[in-house]
């Protein structure tokens, strides 16, 4: 997957995810405003996506690094029916919700011409006077033609595939405890639920070809790197399993903890170089035997 796409944004953005982050933020599978916002998109509408936009204060909109006028990004979205859309599909990848504030991490794909594109971008809202209003958006400048992947897709990511950096040595430890009992090995999968080949990969361990393999051989535990890409850098380095090539980045541990495989070159970084046929040779090499 590469960086988050939180990496080198701007301070307002900054300061809108700190004041978000004092906020007693719960992991949610779903957010109604953001239906809104779809159907909006899909009708071309752009009335209607103005009216989901804060003004007062106004709504800090990024493409990149780069801010862009309210009006521009009303327009990219409105756009796309007249463009010759004929496909939309928002996939939610991560949803922290606050009492009266929401952030959410997107995969936008559509169809056009023929062709598939996609892009990443992440919303923060927050609950007004007049209803639930985004206050800050920052995306891909552009749609780009998504590559072919070889590995499952999930129809609808888990947005709790990753749990709170914080909960990881315990989650390792409870992952160590069980495989302990059940004669299995542990897989450590490094990344962040704003990562979609982390989605893939965990929806291909899932998947009918894969299920039965990996529930009878291995314990899977999930380390939340953050949304920066800092956080359990060093339960990592202890592991041996290096994250400067991206994410997915697996581990493989005996119940005792003792590493029996690390990733050192961004063998699962990306679901469009690997397929099937590599990652059962992963599970069937690593399992334990006898």
Request: proline share 3%; charged share 20%.
């Amino acid at each position: 997957m590469g960086i988050p796409l939180l990496t080198n944004m701007k301070l307002a953005w900054i300061a809108i995810t700190f004041w978000f982050s004092q906020a007693a933020a719960l992991p949610q599978s779903s957010f109604a405003p953001l239906d809104t916002w779809k159907m909006a998109v899909v009708n071309g509408d752009e009335g209607a996506l103005q009216k989901l936009y804060s003004t007062n204060p106004e709504a800090l909109t990024q493409t990149g690094k780069d801010r862009i006028a309210l009006k521009d990004e009303w327009s990219f979205w409105a756009q796309l029916k007249s463009g010759g859309m004929t496909q939309f599909n928002s996939r939610l990848l991560e949803i922290s919700k606050g009492k009266d504030n929401t952030q959410l991490v997107l995969r936008i794909s559509v169809t056009s011409g023929g062709a598939l594109k996609v892009l990443s971008m992440r919303q923060a809202w927050v609950q007004q006077a007049d209803g639930w209003k985004i206050v800050a958006s920052r995306r891909s400048a552009a749609f780009v033609d998504e590559q072919t992947r070889r590995l499952p897709q999930p129809a609808a990511p888990n947005v709790n595939l990753y749990s709170d950096p914080g909960e990881a040595q315990a989650e390792v430890q409870a992952a160590l405890a069980r495989a302990s009992r059940e004669g299995k090995r542990v897989i450590v999968i490094f990344g962040g639920n704003w990562c979609y080949d982390c989605h893939v990969l965990d929806a291909t361990f899932h998947s009918k070809a894969f299920a039965a393999l990996v529930d009878a051989n291995y314990v899977v535990v999930h380390i939340n790197i953050g949304d920066e890409g800092k956080d359990n850098n060093d339960l990592a380095a202890r592991l041996g399993v290096a994250l400067d090539k991206g994410v997915p980045s697996l581990g493989v541990l005996d119940p005792d903890g003792k590493v029996v495989y690390a990733q050192k070159e961004g063998e699962f970084e990306s679901t469009v170089k690997i397929g099937t046929a590599e990652v059962r040779a992963f599970l069937e090499k690593w399992r334990r035997k006898g």
